[in-house]
């Protein structure tokens, strides 16, 4: 049972705008610390999409954004291309556990 | 440009130790905080510790999953952050990952941290 809660899959035409909830706690998201999102391709390392709730890595497309709000967070993608299929995961760090901790991913289909 | 390399993973009994390496090059490793992660076949990531630089006092912090059976040090003279597991289980069968520390400030002005460098993994994988 992951910290924070992600939907386990979504899916999206080609072109399409799909977004990937997080929800955390007053542990974590809650309390004001900020969210990260990462896309994982299978048999490969994490890749950081977005630091700090909504900022943009130098080299992550436009078409990749985030928001925090309260205890949540989401991750959105526009212009859905078939190279964004992959696992994404949000990230966050937790008070009550004295680290950092990870949604359990979400499986993004595109269609 | 930043690079990780994980090595020392394979196969091992349980019961038994390993240490993992992580080597990084492209930047002065002596000034960053390192992290070690996992993740196990068909699951999500695992944040399991880090190690500070000596200059913010060489403290380790762990998962709480941890608990006294891996240690995480560093040898900045050879740029290298160690995962040493010991007592391994079943359960500890994972692709370990290192990373980087990237620090920023948030919209709150908290000095706060995400993980912008990752090394490629090394499988370990506990049978007997």
């Known amino acids: 049972q992951s910290v924070l809660t992600q939907p386990p899959s979504v899916s999206g035409a080609p072109g399409q705008r799909v977004t990937i909830s997080c929800t955390g706690s007053?542990?974590?998201?809650?309390?004001?610390?900020?969210v990260h999102w990462y896309q994982q391709v299978p048999g490969t390392a994490p890749k950081v999409l977005i630091y700090g709730n909504n900022n943009r890595p130098s080299g992550v497309p436009a078409r990749f954004s985030g928001s925090q709000s309260g205890s949540a967070a989401s991750l959105a993608i526009t212009g859905l291309q078939a190279e964004d299929e992959a696992d994404y995961y949000c990230q966050s760090y937790d008070s009550s556990l004295s680290g950092w901790v990870f949604g359990g991913g979400t499986k993004l289909t595109v269609l | 440009e930043v690079q990780l390399v994980e090595s020392g993973g394979g196969l091992e009994q349980p019961g038994r130790s390993q240490r993992l390496s992580c080597t990084a090059s492209g930047f002065t490793f002596g000034d960053y905080t390192m992290s070690w992660f996992r993740q196990a076949p068909g699951k999500g990531l695992e944040w399991i510790g880090l190690i500070r630089s000596l200059a913010s006092g060489g403290t380790t912090e762990y998962a709480a999953f941890v608990k006294g059976r891996f240690s995480i040090s560093r040898d900045d003279s050879r740029s290298i952050a160690y995962l040493q597991m010991n007592s391994l289980k079943a359960e500890d069968t994972a692709v370990y990952y290192c990373s980087r520390h990237t620090h920023y400030y948030t919209s709150i002005g908290w000095n706060s941290e995400y993980f912008q460098h990752w090394g490629q993994g090394t499988l370990v994988t506990v049978s007997s």
């Open positions: 007053s542990s974590n998201i809650g309390a004001r610390y900020d």
